[in-house]
């Protein structure tokens, strides 16, 4: 198993960014539980709705409206596990998700690359996830792989089974894979004990992780429900990431964001631990900040995505949670 250094545990080391004070998340928090149980989340999926409800969830059904009281968030934070494994196909690509450790993935789903050949801005495509996956593998640097491209040369309703089927193939480390809905997780999880040696195999060895995003402000999106319930059901670590670009989807101020983002994560881990009590779950962002002066872009590596960033890391940290920071 790799096992990294522990960042900031020591001053020999590693260092540790400390832009917020005990306080401060502290009443990020309690205004994320005012939020959930005040506004709430729109889930439009009728098997999550029912879930919520049945655990004492407020859910209007019209309007596809779901409020979540406090304790019924607090009690899926304390049974969300501190860490999560990760298996590769070999023992020695095996890495656990924990507080202090840190690995390195490359970000996801991207939809046009460079050609390196014409220098044509371009589709992405299968063999493009291929090429990918093969580096990640031969890459020290790397330690999983993210669900990297969108096939775009293949029909839209399975580029997600293309893309990781290409992953699985050509990488012996730990992936990710973003269902599109409940019957594409099923079978991308199909697809991941077929290469485990059997669904149980699969579950004791995880080579895979589901994953999904949020949309802001405050929507669990069905493809996101599908990765966190059938991850939960299959005892699959899930990793939920949220894009609540401030000045945008969120407030432009840097605990507003915060809010708005924790709010949307911690609706779909209390659905993950709904579903199944221990199952493991990732805090996953990708926050940033939109330039309003220029088309309203979302810009990557400025000061405030790094200030988000680490907001949204310490607050992962407080729930004892495991993170994935990207764009940083």
């Known amino acids: 198993m790799i096992r ?46 029912a879930c919520f409800e049945e655990a004492g969830a407020d859910v209007d059904w019209e309007d596809y409206i779901v409020k979540l009281p406090a304790y019924l968030v607090e009690n899926a934070i304390s049974t969300s596990p501190a860490s999560v494994f990760l298996a590769g196909k070999e023992k020695k690509y095996d890495i656990l998700l924990e507080d202090g450790r840190v690995y390195v993935c490359p970000f996801g789903l991207g939809i046009y690359m460079r050609d390196l050949n014409t220098g044509e801005l371009r589709n992405t495509t299968k063999q493009d996830i291929v090429d990918c996956s093969r580096i990640v593998d031969y890459l020290d640097e790397y330690d999983y792989l993210f ?17 990781f089927e290409a992953h699985l193939v050509n990488s012996n ?14 079978i991308l999880v199909s697809m991941g004990a077929a290469a485990a040696g059997g669904e149980e195999q699969l579950s004791q060895r995880p080579i895979m992780m589901l994953g999904g995003c949020t949309i802001s402000p405050l929507t669990i999106p069905d493809s996101t429900i599908a990765a966190t319930m059938v991850g ?11 894009m609540a670009m401030s000045g945008g989807m969120a407030p432009v101020t840097l605990a507003g964001c915060l809010v708005v ?68």
């Open 4 to 49: 990294k250094k522990n960042a900031g545990y020591n001053a020999f080391n590693g260092a540790a960014l400390q832009l917020f004070s005990e306080g401060d998340l502290h009443r990020i928090h309690l205004s994320t539980l005012e939020v959930l149980s005040s506004v709430g989340v729109m889930v439009k999926d009728e098997e999550a709705l």
């Open 147 to 163: 669900d990297t491209m969108v096939a775009r040369d293949v029909p839209a309703e399975t580029a997600c089974i293309h893309g």
């Open 173 to 186: 480390k730990p992936c990710l894979a973003s269902p599109e809905n409940k019957r594409t997780a099923e």
């Open 232 to 242: 939960a059901k299959k005892n699959l670590p899930t990793m939920i990431l949220t």
């Open 261 to 328: 983002a924790n709010a949307e994560i911690l609706a779909a881990l209390t659905l993950s631990q709904l579903v199944r009590k221990g199952a493991p779950f990732v805090y996953g962002t990708s926050t940033g900040t939109l330039d309003m002066r220029h088309n309203a872009a979302a810009m990557v590596g400025c000061p405030e995505l790094g200030l988000i960033s680490a907001g949204l890391a310490a607050i992962a940290r407080m729930y004892n949670l495991p993170s994935l920071v990207a764009g940083t």
